[in-house]
């Protein structure tokens, strides 16, 4: 079974760092690109950003560079998001996702096909 | 960037009926960038379309997308019970969000 499955709820005070996982399993992870998607309470999903874990070739969202980085350890199919100074603003639900690509008529289709359980991210003093 | 507006932001409908969803771009898109989720209370989103018009796996076929450019729907043929949720498009960034509620 394909699954990514994600590090437990984390409690923090502001000014503290954290690094959540997503571990992939049942597929290449090497071939896949992840991304990382926010969740604030009661509102819409963000798009991050999203690494190839192949390559560590990491892309992200103008309204996130710089605030988080995204990285992976393909040696244990593990992808990260870290934060080094939380502020209470970061409290969310965060999805990891895979990005599927389909090959259909000459034409690449993509979509986010496989999510996490997700963590939540709490950041109080 | 590009910015997705979806609307309505709340559509009230009562089981059987018709829904259809908006998604609109800023600027063009590629309808290969396009997909749309769908997100239930406590739950991770699921995948529904992917390449605009194209059903992800599992997905019955009275959920159906189109479009090009910067206008793209989303239209459930019939509603059931298990369709009112809240449904998102997505080229890398995502809409706000459109909410189906039960009327």
């Known amino acids: 079974e394909v699954q990514l499955v994600q590090s437990g709820a984390e409690v923090k005070k502001p000014g503290e760092s954290l690094k959540i996982s997503c571990k992939g399993s049942?597929?290449?992870?090497?071939?896949?690109?992840i991304g990382w998607v926010r969740q604030m309470p009661g509102k819409g999903l963000e798009w991050m950003g999203i690494i190839y874990p192949g390559d560590s070739d990491t892309r992200y969202s103008p309204s996130f560079q710089g605030q988080v980085t995204i990285s992976a350890d393909k040696s244990i199919s593990t992808a990260y998001l870290q934060w080094s100074s939380l502020k209470a603003s970061d409290t969310a639900m965060y999805y990891c996702?895979?990005?599927?690509?389909?090959?259909?008529?000459?034409?690449?289709?993509?979509?986010?096909?496989?999510w996490g359980q997700g963590t939540t991210v709490t950041v109080s003093s | 960037e590009i910015v997705l507006t979806q609307s309505p932001g709340t559509l009230s409908l009562s089981p059987g009926e018709r829904a259809t969803l908006s998604c609109r771009a800023s600027?063009?898109?590629?309808?290969?960038?396009l997909a749309w989720y769908q997100q239930k209370p406590g739950q991770a989103p699921r995948l529904l379309m992917y390449?605009?018009?194209r059903r992800a796996t599992g997905i019955p076929d009275r959920f159906s997308g189109s479009g090009s450019g910067t206008d793209f729907t989303l239209t459930i043929s019939r509603l059931e019970p298990e369709d009112f949720a809240v449904y998102y498009c997505q080229s890398h960034a995502f809409g706000q969000g459109t909410r189906l509620e039960i009327k």
């Open positions: 996702a895979r990005k599927d690509s389909n090959y259909v008529g000459g034409h690449y289709y993509y979509g986010m096909d496989v």
């Open positions: 600027q063009s898109v590629s309808s290969s960038y």
């Open positions: 390449g605009a018009s």
């Open positions: 049942g597929y290449s992870f090497t071939s896949y690109w």
